[in-house]
C-alpha cells in the first residue's frame, strides 16, 4: 500500500463544466503523476510534479491543468470537460531512489463527461 | 507504431499450465523495464521490475532481450488469481517518461 488515495471515486459532469480530481498521499513523495488509461491504450501521462510548486507536462496535457501546494498533495483540474476526457484517471507516486524507479498508483477515478 | 506493444489476448489456460506474455518496444535507448498487474475496475499494481540478466519471483520469471528490444513475463503453474491484465511498461531514459502498453488480459480456468 503506497497511501496513495484519490478522490472523488467516480464522478459523471457535463461538458463544460470544469472538474477538479485530488490525489493526496501521506509518505512524503517527492514525485506524483497523473494518467488517463482508455480502453485499447495504455496509461498514458497527463502532468507531473517534482516538487511543491514544479509541474510539467506529459504526453497527454491539453484541456489539463495541476496544481501542486502541498506535498501531499496533487490536484487535476479539467477546465471546461469535453466527451474525450471521459476516462479512468490515476494518480501515481514514484520511489525516490534506486534503480529502476518504480511508481505505484491510486485506487483511480472513473469520470464520465456527458 | 507503439512504443510498447503487447499481443492483447485473451489468454485462456486452465490451472497448472505455462504462460508466457512477450512485449516489444521500440526506443533501443529505453533504460528501465517492469511487469504490471491491473485486475478488473483496480490500479495497476507492480509485479516486478524487469533486470537486464532476468529476474525471478517464485512463479514468475521475466527476461530481457535488448538486441530484439522485448521483454517477456512467463507465469508457471497458473493459478485462479493469476487472471488478469498484465501491462508491459518501458521507461526510456528512467525518469519520469514511463511508456505502458495496453496490456494483455490473462484467463485462468479451473
Known amino acids: 500500500d503506497a497511501g496513495i488515495t484519490q478522490s472523488p471515486r467516480h464522478k459523471v459532469t457535463e461538458t463544460g463544466t470544469p472538474v477538479t480530481l485530488r490525489c493526496h498521499q501521506t509518505e512524503n513523495h517527492r514525485y506524483m503523476y497523473w494518467y488517463r488509461q482508455d480502453p485499447g491504450h495504455g496509461l498514458r501521462l497527463i502532468h507531473y510534479?517534482?516538487?511543491?510548486?514544479?509541474?510539467d507536462k506529459g504526453e497527454v496535457s491539453d484541456g489539463y491543468s495541476v496544481s501542486r501546494s502541498k506535498t501531499e498533495d496533487f490536484l487535476l483540474t479539467l477546465e471546461s470537460a469535453t466527451s474525450s476526457q471521459t476516462s479512468v484517471y490515476f494518480c501515481?507516486?514514484?520511489?525516490?531512489?534506486?534503480?529502476?524507479?518504480?511508481?505505484?498508483f491510486g485506487p483511480g477515478t472513473r469520470l464520465t463527461v456527458l | 507504431r507503439k512504443e510498447v506493444e503487447q499481443d492483447p489476448g485473451p489468454f485462456n489456460v486452465p490451472e497448472g499450465a505455462t504462460v508466457a506474455f512477450n512485449c516489444t518496444y521500440s526506443?533501443?535507448?529505453?533504460?528501465?523495464f517492469f511487469w504490471y498487474r491491473q485486475d478488473c475496475r483496480k490500479e495497476p499494481k507492480l509485479l516486478m521490475s524487469?533486470?537486464?540478466s532476468g529476474n525471478e519471483d517464485g512463479r514468475f520469471t521475466a527476461q530481457l532481450n535488448r538486441a530484439s528490444q522485448y521483454i517477456s513475463l512467463l507465469i508457471r503453474d497458473s493459478k485462479l488469481s493469476d487472471s488478469a491484465t498484465y501491462l508491459c511498461?518501458?521507461?526510456?531514459?528512467?525518469?519520469?517518461?514511463?511508456?505502458f502498453g495496453a496490456g494483455t488480459r490473462l484467463t485462468v480456468k479451473p
Open positions: 526506443n533501443s535507448a529505453s533504460q528501465s
Open positions: 524487469v533486470y537486464s
Open positions: 510534479s517534482y516538487g511543491v510548486k514544479d509541474t
Open positions: 501515481a507516486i514514484r520511489t525516490a531512489t534506486g534503480t529502476p524507479l518504480e511508481q505505484f
Open positions: 511498461v518501458v521507461n526510456p531514459w528512467n525518469n519520469n517518461d514511463m511508456r
